[in-house]
Nanobody, 115 residues
């Protein structure tokens, strides 16, 4: 099982980034996928979830209207489009899924929002 996040970087407030998470080693389309983030000195927090088909998604309140989660099951990839970024969005972003009581995580990608 492997999850590899990419797409992070430095962006100015109000800017946008699109994160990707490439999955391998498991039946990607069979699993609900999630994005989390962890800011320095803070606990990891849930960002968004997407259903197996991609037809349903939900978001943490502070991300609603700014972030969009999507997936391409043909490419085994889940995405996080982040718009109207704020300095408080600075964090390491992780994708994750759960299977048989185990949680799987990538290594994360750093997002820094700063002028």
């Amino acid at each position: 099982v492997q999850l590899v996040e990419s797409g992070g970087g430095l962006v100015q407030p109000g800017g946008s980034l699109r994160l990707s998470c490439a999955a391998s080693g498991f039946s990607f389309s069979a699993y609900i996928m999630r994005w989390y983030r962890q800011a320095p000195g803070k606990e990891r927090e849930w960002v968004a979830t997407i259903s197996r088909s991609g037809g349903n998604s939900n978001y943490a309140d502070s991300m609603k209207g700014r972030f969009t989660i999507s997936r391409d099951n043909a490419k085994n990839t889940v995405y996080l489009q982040m718009d109207s970024l704020k300095p408080e969005d600075t964090a390491v972003y992780y994708c994750s899924f759960s299977s048989s009581g185990n949680d799987y995580w990538g290594r994360g990608t750093q997002v820094t929002v700063s002028s």
